[in-house]
């Protein structure tokens, strides 16, 4: 009876052993394994093991009959191996489980089992995921204490001439640093790299507004030479802890700023929302070129900005990822240009799976991250090792 699993397995650890040893008892096992190639393009990231040395550690592992390198792309990248090998069962962890992979197997005569992830006894649950958390963390440079924010709803109200056709609030979070923030992907790498020059280690400790209104004169020096003048929702996400928005009315500092350090809206959101790394904004994109700013786009996104925030306090999963999507298309409209050549295909790959509920992108857009809004950021993330989950600034 031959049994096949498949995945990357480049963070090799005893919750893949345990795997492959319950898997194994259906029949001899033979394990598929993604290209560096696939994984590059698939995750968006290299690998820590070239895929030669990883087939050599799975084909080491007693429970294992032989291995392969998978020839195909993509999530699906097993299928040349399984109608090469076909083997009679295919096997999957339930963070792993898709419909696909179901109907692929019913198409091709195969049992298909799925399994629960649990480790072996004596041992910790252990995922990719979380060694990459805390590798991040240990590897951790001088200066990546510096927090960074993701924009919630809102976004571009806190340029004048978006708020002189209607005032509104642009809401963020302030976010610890447990991955690596890429330059030019909506996270406000220009305004961390500003701060940096002044505190290169992390935040002085000071009043929150304060700071962030320091921030923010600083990267908007008069002689500031592209003439440009950078939104404060910024420095604000950046410098004010926890869940926060900002109400603007064609001033480029807002009139208000209210705080939210709820520990069960915080953790909530915590566990429904997550990064996709996508591609970096691309040299000479404009995502102002085309813009259609007028009374009624603009009110639409200040509409979706309070829904939003209702909806974040009042823990409402369906309402706060309606908000989330109207928010999102009401910048599109604002900003046609935000939907760079490229950036469709992440929405429409990530968009079509159950357990996301919406989707934008971080800051300008024209590429970087796609933020998700997710059933369950745990079992999500489990599921896709590319997705990257999210903590919370507290203080």
């Known amino acids: 009876m031959k049994v096949f699993v498949s995945g990357c397995y480049d963070l090799l650890h005893s919750g893949h052993v345990e795997f492959f ?92 089992i799925v399994l629960s992830r649990t480790p072996a006894d004596g041992l910790e649950a252990r995922s990719s995921t979380s060694i990459k958390e805390s590798l991040a963390k240990a590897a951790q440079p001088k200066g990546e204490s510096i927090p960074t924010r993701l924009d919630l709803a809102g976004t571009w109200i806190d340029q004048p001439y978006v708020s002189t056709y209607a005032q509104g609030w642009a809401i963020t979070i302030s976010l610890v640093p447990t991955f690596e923030v890429r330059e030019r992907c909506g996270l406000s790498t220009s305004t961390r790299n500003q701060i940096k020059r002044i505190w290169p280690i992390q935040l002085p400790d000071m009043d929150p507004e304060m700071l962030a209104k320091l921030v923010f004169c600083f990267e908007n020096e008069p002689e500031r030479s592209d003439g440009i003048i950078s939104g404060a929702q910024d420095a604000i996400g950046i410098c004010v802890p926890g869940l926060c928005r900002h109400y603007y009315n064609a001033h480029y500092w807002p009139e208000k700023i209210e705080q939210c350090h709820d520990e069960h809206i915080l953790s909530w959101l915590e566990q ?124």
């Open 21 to 112: 040893r319950q898997a194994s008892q259906y029949g001899d096992l033979y394990v598929g394994i993604g290209s560096d190639a696939t994984i590059l393009q698939y995750k968006n990231h290299k690998t820590l093991y070239p895929e030669q040395e990883r087939l050599f550690m799975v084909k080491s592992i007693r429970y294992v009959k032989d291995a392969f390198i998978n020839a195909g792309s993509g999530v699906m990248d097993f299928v040349p191996t399984v109608e090469a090998l076909q083997p009679d069962r295919f096997v999957v962890n339930a963070d792993g489980a898709s419909e696909e992979k179901r109907q692929f197997c019913e198409s091709h005569g195969i049992e298909y």
């Open 272 to 395: 429904h929302l997550c990064l996709i790394p996508m591609f970096p904004r691309r040299p000479g994109c404009s995502v102002v070129t085309g813009k259609d700013i007028n009374e009624a786009n603009v009110k639409a996104l200040v509409r979706a900005a309070d829904d939003c925030w209702q909806a974040i306090q009042q823990t409402d999963l369906d309402a706060f990822a309606a908000a989330y999507r109207a928010s999102f298309n009401a910048q599109v409209r604002l900003f046609p240009a935000m939907i760079q050549p490229g950036v469709q295909d992440y929405i429409d790959q990530y968009s079509k799976l159950p357990d996301v509920l919406a989707w934008k992108m971080p800051g300008a857009g024209g590429g970087g991250y796609l933020a998700i809004v997710v059933s369950d950021t745990a079992q999500f993330c489990g599921a896709h090792p590319e997705a990257i989950p999210l903590t919370i600034r507290r203080k």
